[in-house]
């Protein structure tokens, strides 16, 4: 089957950076679905795993990238529940297994749901990865109620034009938080006001005096899509005593833990890939929450965040998207569709 692969690290801006490869049809576990692969979405994480080093002195085997997905069961494996041959399904997978930038791919069931009936196999492709990053961030890690929510509470989206940014302000909307996100551009600005946002404020200026200008002194949650220490000061100054923060991108320097400490605020960890990395007990839960999610987009509660779209899935394409994403300005998401003849 056609694959597009990594063979060793190199920059985007190098041919052989991605390639076109042929492999053999992987078999599926007993828990596995064998998905015929009809679109993809590009992620961050496909940049980091693009540019990680390879173990010194060890000749490594091609890496197949990617981690969201839509296309079409062909087989099952003996022990799966809750789906058939033929049913479209939607998915991220897991990074310690081969990406889905393959004809053929692997998920096993209990990550995997069936795509929304109402949107495309692109549509849905460029969902799953950043909806469960934002479903687990905001109801999981900071334990935001989804029914019965007495007082207005507010979140601060940062980031809220990017992939997670924009599923995690229409998910922040659906439970009736008051959304202010940021953005650094007139398109970005615009954008989250389109995915929902109540306000914007812009991330590349001091934010806590825009909130406060903005009558928002202090907000109850805080979701960082972005840069954890660029933004650490100003969320332990934005976040209202006994509040929760949630950040998803690795710190590259040491950050402060004790500023939060007079404020009582918590601050969690979220990543999507730690219940399929470590197998945990509730790893259904990612079926469960991208089936709520299928069901609210079929009664229209959440609009597509697909921006851009290249056919076919080859190297030379992904290469394109992964560059554009290394740009770090991207709105919405990037999808690929259909293999070359
Ligand atoms: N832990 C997890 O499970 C998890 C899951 C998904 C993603 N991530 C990580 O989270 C990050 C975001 O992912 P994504 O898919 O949303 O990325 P993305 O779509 O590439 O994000 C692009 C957005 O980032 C905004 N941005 C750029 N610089 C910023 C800054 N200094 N402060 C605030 N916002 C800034 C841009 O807005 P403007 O153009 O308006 O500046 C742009 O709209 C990546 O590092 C990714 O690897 C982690």
Same mark, same amino acid.
């Given at each position: ?15 052989? /950076? ?26 961050? $994480? ?17 890496? @197949? ?23 479209? @399904?939607?998915?991220?997978? !897991?990074? +310690? ?20 009936? *109402? ?11 950043? /909806? %469960? *990053? ?10 935001? /109620? ?32 008051? $959304?202010?996100?940021?953005? !650094? ?5 615009? #954008? ?23 009558? &928002? ?8 899509? !972005? ?8 969320? /332990?100054?934005? +976040? ?7 950040? %998803?991108?690795? =710190? ?16 969690? #960890? ?7 990395? &470590?197998? =945990? ?9 991208? =089936?709520?999610?299928?069901? #609210? ?9 697909? *921006? ?5 899935? *080859? ?15 991207? +709105? ?6 259909? #293999?070359?003849?």
């Amino acid at each position: 089957m056609k694959a597009v692969a990594r063979l060793r690290p190199l920059p985007i801006n190098q041919a052989e /950076a991605l390639q076109d490869i042929e492999i053999s049809t992987p078999i599926a576990e007993p828990k596995d679905l064998l998905v015929r692969v009809e679109a993809v979405s590009v992620n961050p $994480v496909d940049t980091k795993m693009r540019r990680q080093n390879s173990p010194p002195d060890k000749k490594e085997p091609p890496r @197949v990238l990617g981690w969201d997905a839509a296309g079409v069961v062909e087989r099952i494996g003996s022990e799966v529940e809750r789906f058939r041959p033929g049913d479209e @399904v939607f998915y991220a997978g !897991s990074l +310690i297994r081969p990406g889905c930038n393959s004809e053929f791919h692997l998920v096993d069931e209990r990550i995997a749901a069936h795509k929304p009936k *109402t949107w495309t196999m692109a549509q849905s492709a460029a969902l799953p990865l950043t /909806a %469960i *990053t934002a479903y687990e961030a905001l109801f999981d890690r900071m334990g935001i /109620a989804q029914h019965g929510r007495g007082e207005r509470e507010s979140i601060l989206i940062i980031g809220g034009a990017g992939g997670v940014g924009s599923i995690a302000i229409q998910i922040a909307k659906l439970v009736k938080l008051h $959304v202010v996100a940021t953005a !650094s551009r007139a398109e970005s600005e615009a #954008w989250c006001k389109k995915m929902g946002a109540d306000l914007v404020i812009d991330h590349s200026r001091p934010m806590v005096p825009q909130l406060q200008q903005m009558g &928002y002194p202090t907000v109850e949650y805080i979701l960082n899509t !972005s840069s954890t220490e660029q933004h650490w000061m100003a969320m /332990a100054e934005a +976040i209202k005593p006994q509040g929760r923060l949630c950040g %998803i991108v690795d =710190t590259m320097e040491p950050v402060d833990l004790n500023v939060l400490k007079r404020k009582s605020a918590t601050f969690s #960890w979220e990543f999507m890939f730690t219940r399929s990395m &470590y197998h =945990t007990e509730d790893l259904v839960r990612q079926h469960e929450l991208l =089936t709520q999610v299928a069901e #609210w987009i079929e009664q229209g509660h959440i609009q597509p965040t697909l *921006t851009e779209t290249l056919s076919p899935i *080859t190297a030379a394409n992904l290469r394109h998207a992964h560059a554009k994403l290394e740009e770090g300005r991207m +709105i919405g998401k990037f999808v690929l569709t259909g #293999w070359p003849a």
